[in-house]
């Protein structure tokens, strides 16, 4: 498949167990040169980011900047004039939103982006903080996520779709253990999304698009941008929704919180 062959990736890309790698402690390969995306090729690309809820992305932010990524941080949601401003500049977005929506007015801009063939990435999480997630899945798949399931466990690469665990994928590059969330959203995949990952519960917690020229990802457990970030891939899954970047060049990233 040329995908595998983008420049940005690293020889490791598609592999889940990497033999005679290091190992962490749960498992996974132990070294950025494992994870889908080689540092520092992502330069000149911008990720914006609406911080609607107040949360600690340190570590994201880091970790994206390491693959090459410029980072801006919003902690107030803009008029639609200056947000389309931003957008004009910026390779992908991210919104982490509240329990209370406050994207309606700016839904139009947002699908029009995503129909450009940049990437999403939806994230949300146990109720009822997946507001802003609804209203952008329901407006472009027809779908959406709810309830609070307790999480708080490591799964695997699944021998079985539908089981507890996650599939082989480019965006589980050098995976072998991966943490699921504490309490999480389950989501309804419709159509148009495919199960990624499947939590503890055998609940769908991590979904995607590949359709048309048009990526996303969608997910119910956003707690691993901070929480147990050094546990079982966390980081590594971060940094591996890249994959959103590399097809089109440029992408378009939505983590609701």
Not at 75 to 81: L, Q, T
Not at 100 to 107: A, E, G
Request: net charge positive; charged share 20%.
């Amino acid at each position: 498949m040329p995908d595998w062959k983008v420049q940005e990736y690293s020889r490791f890309a598609g592999q889940q167990q990497i033999h005679g790698a290091f190992k962490d402690t749960w498992g996974n390969a132990k070294g950025n040169e494992y994870d889908l995306i080689r540092d520092n090729t992502m330069k000149g690309r911008e990720v914006l980011i609406l911080r609607l809820y107040h949360c600690n992305l340190n570590l994201t932010e880091a970790a994206l900047k390491k693959k090459g990524f410029t980072v801006t941080i919003l902690s107030v949601m803009p008029s639609p004039n200056v947000f389309q401003k931003h957008l004009d500049k910026a390779s992908q977005l991210w919104i982490i939103s509240s329990s209370i929506s406050y994207l309606k007015p700016h839904l139009e801009m947002i699908k029009e982006f995503f129909n450009k063939g940049r990437g999403l990435y939806i994230l949300g999480d146990n109720h009822p903080v997946y507001a802003d997630a609804n209203l952008v899945m329901q407006e472009l798949f027809g779908v959406s996520m709810a309830g609070n399931v307790r999480g708080d466990t490591n799964v695997q690469l699944t021998p079985k779709l539908g089981n507890a665990g996650f599939r082989k994928h480019l965006i589980t590059t050098g995976v072998e253990t991966l943490y699921e969330g504490i309490t999480i959203a389950t989501i309804d995949t419709g159509k148009h999304l495919e199960p990624l990952l499947w939590g503890s519960a055998d609940n769908v917690v991590i979904a995607f698009h590949d359709k048309d020229k048009k990526r996303a990802i969608v997910d119910g457990g956003f707690t691993r941008l901070y929480y147990k970030w050094d546990a079982a891939g966390s980081a590594r899954f971060v940094k591996n929704c890249s994959w959103l970047a590399c097809k089109f060049r440029s992408w378009f990233l939505i983590l609701v919180w």
